[in-house]
């Protein structure tokens, strides 16, 4: 029953917007940092992004900086990834990720719940 998954992925132009939505059921958010990682076909997995439990602090990969905004509403169990002025190397799959309360810095150990991944094509 417990589920984390990921939506808004699609096909954009260079320098357009997307949201990504992470939604939970079964279990709630609030006690749960949470994560955006992204990972390109052959490529690693990297950490984009995290908001903590209570949504006061954030992190951002210097890559995206400026670029992309999390933020959270608890109230409907679901994180949101602003996506803006978008380019091709931000092609990847996406996946987001629950930690409990704080960020660690993208440590695949502290992860406690794995979401789904919703594609992103940056492409003109």
């Known amino acids: 029953q417990l589920q984390l998954v990921a939506s808004g992925g699609g096909l954009v132009q260079p320098g357009g917007s997307l949201r990504l939505s992470c939604a939970a059921s079964g279990f709630t958010l609030d006690d749960y940092a949470i994560n955006w990682f992204r990972q390109a076909p052959g490529k690693e997995r990297e950490g984009v992004s995290c908001?903590?439990?209570?949504?006061?602090?954030?992190n951002y990969v210097d890559s995206v900086k400026g670029r992309f905004t999390i933020s959270r509403d608890n109230a409907k169990n679901t994180v949101y990834l602003q996506m803006n002025s978008l380019k091709p190397e931000d092609t990847a799959t996406y996946y987001c990720?629950?930690?409990?309360?704080?960020?660690?810095?993208?440590?695949?150990?502290?992860?406690?719940?794995w979401g789904t991944g919703t594609l992103v094509t940056v492409s003109s």
């Open positions: 990720a629950a930690e409990r309360i704080s960020c660690s810095g993208y440590s695949h150990y502290a992860i406690d719940y």
């Open positions: 908001i903590s439990s209570s949504g006061s602090n954030t």
